[in-house]
């Protein structure tokens, strides 16, 4: 077992509040340490809010609400779209936070910057074209009128997996659509959401329109959802978190987007291009240690081809380098917290215990960091506990199956549904999966999810509503139908 390389000398910037368009960090609130996933060192310490920073935070956005709502489409467009010139500015800078507080490669967290700076380009193009519609009368003297208008201030909740996508996406909806927004950022990586405030914060946002705050999430959600000035609560985590946040928040008959958890199936056909597929999916499944919402997760592999990808796909996977996100040859980095190394330990321990075969990794690396070695785990039972949970780690079952009903019936048996992937050279299995696959996302002999123009969202337990695409601004905004006689 190797113990991987580690980088204790950096600067890390501080993390503050941004609460009616002024940094707070001090004045004797309680803070939180921030941790380095790759070495276990205090590199930051988080001010919480207390309860007057979040009614400051709520006041702040209600009364730039009243003002935001009113500001014309073509001039919210230009903040968008100096954010984005900023964050590619600044990406190499914003990416070195992210690593050092989430543990993603240095390379993966600065293309996480560069790359989101499309949504906001996205989203200030988007903005432009949030039509109405004129229904035909049936009488000669009147109109009717179908208005879309924002729906007020919104709370967002986004996690610590893509701290920079997660955060702009939502921020960028929000706003493009006339919203104001107050965001609680993960804890556990605070600096992209600082940075990503200091972004709007120079490109002209005004005061108020966006306030990010931090704190124990359970306390901030639920005093940010009971907030009668709330009118939206969008979220991004767990089903089972998202479960809770959408029960308190629909009781209140307010606005939700959930995107939540999800355990993506694989089905790799016989007729598929094996050796392609394997070079393909190995980087891709180990993106970000596996710490991916729609992360392939389940591998469901057709019999005759079985073998041959199983033995290429686990020594792939075996070559993976990990260590220190900062070190250039790492190609895994940590997992961003040492609950997510417990959760890898104990989904190896039920696939050891149910006769399964540890094919590659399976244990913890040696150091302080919270490294777990790329592990993949073959002939295991479709209701053992990683065939069933998701893992949300560097780890893969694998499984065989022999044909397209039996793969649809098992793919389809979870009740998550969120991305899935199917790899077939024959058109009529491609059609007959995507078409019976429950999945928000269905990705067809490439790895095609997740642009600032396509819809990302998912069905059955993992989710509601859709970030993305020219659906992105529907959950911020109400209809409103005038009929008028004159
Ligand atoms: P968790 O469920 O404790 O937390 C997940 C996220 O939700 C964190 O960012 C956390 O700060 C936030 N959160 C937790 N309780 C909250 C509350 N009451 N109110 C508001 N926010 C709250 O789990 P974890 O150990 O941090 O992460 C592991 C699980 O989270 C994974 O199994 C995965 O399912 C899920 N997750 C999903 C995504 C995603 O992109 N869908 C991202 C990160 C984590």
């Known amino acids: 077992m190797t113990t991987p390389r580690t980088v204790t000398d950096f600067d890390y910037p501080a993390p503050s509040l941004y609460i009616d368009g002024e940094f707070l960090t001090g004045g004797g609130r309680c803070e939180q340490d921030v941790l380095n996933p790759a070495t276990g060192q205090v590199i930051g310490k988080l001010p919480h809010a207390t309860t007057e920073d979040l009614d400051l935070a709520i006041a702040a956005a209600s009364r730039a609400f009243e003002s935001w709502r009113k500001v014309s489409p073509m001039e919210r467009s230009k903040v968008l779209r100096k954010v984005a010139d900023l964050a590619r500015e600044r990406a190499r800078d914003i990416g070195r936070g992210i690593t050092l507080d989430q543990g993603k490669p240095l390379v993966e967290a600065v293309n996480e910057v560069t790359f989101c700076a499309e949504h906001a380009d996205w989203h200030a193009e988007e903005c432009r074209r949030v039509y109405g519609r004129v229904i035909p009368s049936r009488l000669d003297n009147v109109t009717q009128l179908v208005m879309r208008e924002p729906v007020g201030v919104c709370a967002a909740f986004t996690p610590w997996n893509f701290p920079f996508n997660q955060a702009i996406r ?90 939540l958890g999800g355990h993506a199936p694989v089905i790799v056909c016989d007729d598929a291009d094996v050796d392609a597929v394997v070079d393909l999916l190995t980087p891709y499944k180990f993106r970000n240690a596996g710490q991916v919402c729609i992360s392939p997760t389940r591998f469901y592999i057709q019999e005759r081809v079985y073998d041959r990808f199983v033995s290429n796909f686990a020594e792939k996977a075996r070559t993976i380098k990990v260590g220190d996100g900062l070190l250039p040859e790492t190609k895994m980095g940590p997992l961003a917290h040492a609950r997510r190394v417990a959760a890898m330990r104990s989904l190896v321990d039920d696939a050891r215990a149910r006769g399964a075969e540890v094919l590659t990794g399976g244990s913890s690396l040696l150091g302080e960091g919270n490294f777990f070695a790329p592990t993949v785990v073959a002939e295991l039972p479709d209701d053992s506990r990683l065939m069933t949970e998701e893992p949300f780690g560097p780890i893969v079952g694998v499984a065989r199956f022999k044909t397209i009903e039996d793969v649809i019936a098992r793919a389809n048996g979870l009740s998550y549904g969120l991305a899935s992937y199917v790899f077939t050279n024959s058109a009529k299995s491609a059609r007959t999966l995507a078409g019976h696959l429950e999945a928000g996302m269905v990705s067809i002999n490439h790895l095609g999810l997740g642009l600032p123009e396509t819809p990302f969202g998912g069905c059955k337990d993992s989710g509601m509503g859709i970030e993305g695409g020219s659906e992105t601004f529907d959950a911020y905004l109400n209809t409103k139908f005038i009929t008028q006689l004159y």
């Open 170 to 259: 939502k921020i960028a909806a929000a706003i493009g659509a006339g919203c104001t927004i107050v965001l609680k950022g993960p804890e556990d990586a605070p600096s992209a959401i600082v940075a990503l405030a200091r972004l709007f914060h120079d490109a002209g946002l005004p005061r108020g329109v966006l306030n990010v705050v931090w704190g124990i999430p359970a306390e901030v959600s639920r005093h940010l959802i009971q907030s009668a000035t709330v009118r939206k609560v969008s979220f991004t985590g767990s089903v089972e978190i998202g479960k809770q946040l959408a029960a308190q928040a629909t009781s209140l008959m307010k606005r939700i987007t959930m995107e």
